[in-house]
């Protein structure tokens, strides 16, 4: 009873539409009431049990290191380098708008950066070379949803902190998922593009952009590489990322100033201070519902009703799209994933797979109204209307769901290499 109490008092909070920290505070505060010793000063403890974690300093490395490279030049060397690749291709600036978002994920771990980064680059030149509005924000947008799937991400750590995961083994999951989103937008957009004039290999220009481009490109080898070889965990990997961009940015692009450094450092602080209460109060909730056992029991109410794991997982995929369209990737991994991820154990699904199947979901959830973030930064970042990036993301929303499938039909697409490794 507790604990279809405590499920009523979820979604009363969200369709109240209360802040997150809000609702995660009257959940915490109701689990330490009701199965807890009643004494809510144990939170302040479990917030800091929670968060003192060495690990859960790769977020703001990397959120900082996404905005030196933003600022700097490293995405448009990258776009530079795959434009001059695909340009043989009929509409291979389309493919190469796709092309760089997934290299430029390989590095940043968070779509907004990556759509940002290869947008402000990629969207002129289009628009330029004839392409047609409509679909070029629709490729800079799902292209850009990239940057939390393919390794490192963000929201992969997170996942991996609320639910004692392994990082490397969920970045690992991500390459064949993040692959398989980028085959398949990428043959959408040669599709859709096939008519607009390639032009022959420029070797000149593709010798050119690699000149300018490889220390740029070398980024993703030394990061992923130094991972999956050992040689620094994901922490350190935050840290390598970040002095390889300022290394790179300001003393061999000489496109970000020293001086400017102070602001990049304020923006990132900016968004890690309202991460970082929510992300505490989660991880004291995730404490205390597994001291409690309050997990065992919203198990076993769940079990009371529903018996096939097929069914359960259609009814928690149907949940994360509509959680999706509500709220950002970060807050729903933080609220739903210590509640779900125990709940398909128990269904018999691995805990990496599951991780992979959310954030997929919740990937979508950048595409659709009336929160999703890529459509609400490129309204801004392109001055174009709300309902015609809504119209230009339904295409690329519906590739996405068949990839989501595809996944959940057959999870080796995600466990492949993790077995490989292990």
Known sequence: MSAALLIALLAALFLLRQPLLIILLSITAYVHLVWG?????????????????????????????????????????????????????????????????????????????????????LYPGMIKAGYDNRFALGAIMSGGTLGIIIPPSIPMIIYAFVTESSIPDLFLAGVGPGLLLTA??????????????????DVRELRAALRRGIWAMLMPVILLGGIYTGWFTPTESAAVALGYSILVEVFIHRELKLKDF???????????????????????????????????????????WIASPAAFMVLVNLLLLVVGCLMDIN??????????????????????????????????????????????VAMTAFKQPFGLLCRAALPFIAIMLVCLVLVIWQPIIAMYLVRGTG
Do not use: H
């Open 37 to 121: 010793q009643g004494d809510l000063t144990y939170i302040i403890d479990d917030m800091w049990r929670g968060i003192d974690k060495e690990v859960i300093l790769a977020i703001p490395l990397f959120i900082l290191c996404g905005n030196v490279m933003t600022r700097g030049s490293i995405a448009e060397r990258i776009v530079n380098i795959l434009t001059a690749l695909t340009a043989p291709i009929p509409g291979g600036l389309a493919v190469a708008c796709i092309f760089s978002c997934a290299a430029f994920a390989s590095i940043s771990g968070s779509s907004i950066v990556t759509m940002l980064a290869v947008g402000s680059v």
């Open 184 to 201: 398949a937008l990428s043959t959408y957009s040669w599709f859709m593009n096939r008519r607009m004039p390639a032009r022959p290999l």
């Open 262 to 304: 102070y602001v990049v450092v304020v923006d990132a602080s900016k968004l890690g201070g309202s991460l970082f209460p929510v992300l505490a109060v989660a991880l004291s909730l995730n404490l205390i519902l597994v001291e409690n056992r309050v997990v065992q029991d919203l198990v076993r109410i769940m079990q009371e």
């Open 331 to 376: 807050s729903a991994i933080l609220v739903l994933a210590p509640l779900l991820a125990p709940l398909a154990a128990a269904y018999g699904y691995d805990k990496i797979v599951f991780g992979l199947i959310m954030i997929l979901n919740l990937e979508i959830g950048f595409l659709t109204p009336p929160v999703g973030l890529n459509l609400i």
